[in-house]
């Protein structure tokens, strides 16, 4: 994996987790870096979520630090606020950066005090320890139910040289962003406007974590951050944008097929394509209400072909559509034509749903171009285990 030039990472433990690992991270820029952010639109939302808000528009999306913590949200507790603005000041200080140029994350369980000391002390020696290969590192210590760590990267010709851009994020349940428990970081060598940022960013979010879900369950701390520090000398400019933009999309929804594929209890990476409602926003509508189906989500982990299952998820979703003229095909077969069932084979669709890639693909026949691809998993016994105990 290539690393975008000009980045630091560091991580530790701490003593937040139970379990003895890594649970507290840090990426620096060694030089200012321009920021766009998205965060979760959950009415409830963690202290850092609402810190690292406030900050990015005191600075004018000027960042220098991320620091993230794994193992407690910071969240609907007494403290919270006043954990994430110590920390965050303790990282500036020992920097030497305004305040207001650190973002701070934290991902785990709600509603549980988080002792602040445990950070501050750490900081000396989780600064002392930062360097440009912690990268891997870094997306190990921000898991919390993850399998395996999620990273990704990319490379773009900009004028006669190259940029890089590297991800990585974390996830595995509580997934259905609004903007999924996801925190996701993204850094670029290129030199961006902060309004360019931001564009780019919501786009490639919109087709990337915004169509993602593995259980429904929007999170209090989502968070996706987008840096560029400048350091590969190269200015991205207006003929870049559609490259750029192409690259990070793709990038960001690796990322996004990446925690869908690990979570939690999954077996099945599920794609789901909708085409022909009248707008793009109204087939991504109609994808999330069949993702979010238990029955759709259950009827994969079996191996069962009931398609009936996917067309009444999709007459749930909202969307004003002809079932009459609806089509809906498993791993490439039409097992429903105009909202009645075609022949088939139970037995060979199932053997095909066997298969750790499922595809499911809606067509609503007529004039309408709308369309979106949208990622979900299988619901398995696991998936109730892990949440069973989550806690304990």
């Known amino acids: 994996m290539k690393l975008p030039l000009g980045y630091r990472y560091a991580c530790l433990y701490a003593g937040i987790r139970k379990a003895q690992r890594d649970d507290l991270a840090l990426i620096v820029s060694d030089t200012p870096a321009t920021c766009a952010g998205v965060f979760t639109q959950n009415r409830v939302q963690a202290a850092p979520v609402r810190l690292s808000k406030a900050h ?26 006043k954990v994430a603005l110590t920390s965050a000041k303790t990282v500036a200080k020992l920097l030497k950066v305004p305040v ?5 994350s934290s991902t785990g369980v709600i509603g549980v005090e988080l002792d602040v000391t445990k950070i501050t002390k750490a900081l000396p020696d989780l600064i002392a ?36 851009i590297a991800g990585m994020t974390k996830g595995s349940g509580m997934i259905m962003p609004m903007m999924a428990t996801t925190l996701g970081y993204l850094m670029t060598d290129a030199a ?24 429904g369950d929007t999170s209090t701390n989502d968070t996706v951050l987008l840096l560029a520090n400048g350091a590969s000398g190269q200015k991205l400019t207006n003929k870049d944008r559609d490259a750029f933009t192409g690259a990070l999309t793709h990038l960001m929804q690796d990322l996004a097929q990446q925690i869908a594929r690990d979570g939690e209890g999954a077996k099945k990476l599920i794609t789901i ?10 087939a991504r509508q109609m994808a999330r209400a069949i993702a979010n189906s238990p029955l759709v989500k259950t009827a994969v982990a079996g191996s069962d072909p009931n398609w009936g299952r996917i067309l009444s998820a999709a007459g749930n ?49 007529g004039t309408g171009k709308g369309q979106a691809r949208f990622w979900t998993c299988d619901f398995t016994e696991d998936y109730i285990k892990i949440n069973a105990s989550y806690r304990t």
């Open 56 to 81: 990015l528009k005191a600075s004018k999306g000027t960042v220098r630090a991320l620091l993230i913590n794994a193992g407690n949200a910071n969240c609907a507790t007494k403290t919270g606020d």
């Open 100 to 104: 207001e140029q650190v973002l701070p």
């Open 129 to 164: 320890k930062l360097n440009a290969e912690g990268f891997t590192a870094v997306s190990e210590a921000i898991m919390t139910t993850d399998t395996r760590p999620k990273t990704a990267s990319a490379e773009i010709v900009v004028g006669k040289s190259s940029v890089h």
């Open 192 to 215: 961006v406007p902060v309004s360019m940022l931001k564009e780019m960013l919501k786009e490639a979010n919109e087709a990337s974590y915004n169509s993602l879900s593995v259980d």
């Open 273 to 282: 394509q909708v085409e022909g409602t009248k707008t793009d926003a109204e």
């Open 317 to 365: 979703s909202g969307v004003v559509f002809d079932p009459s003229q609806t089509d809906v095909y498993l791993q490439g077969q039409r097992v429903a034509k105009n909202g009645l069932a075609t022949k088939m084979s139970e037995e060979e669709m199932s053997k095909k749903l066997d298969a750790s890639d499922v595809s499911i693909r809606v067509v609503v026949n």
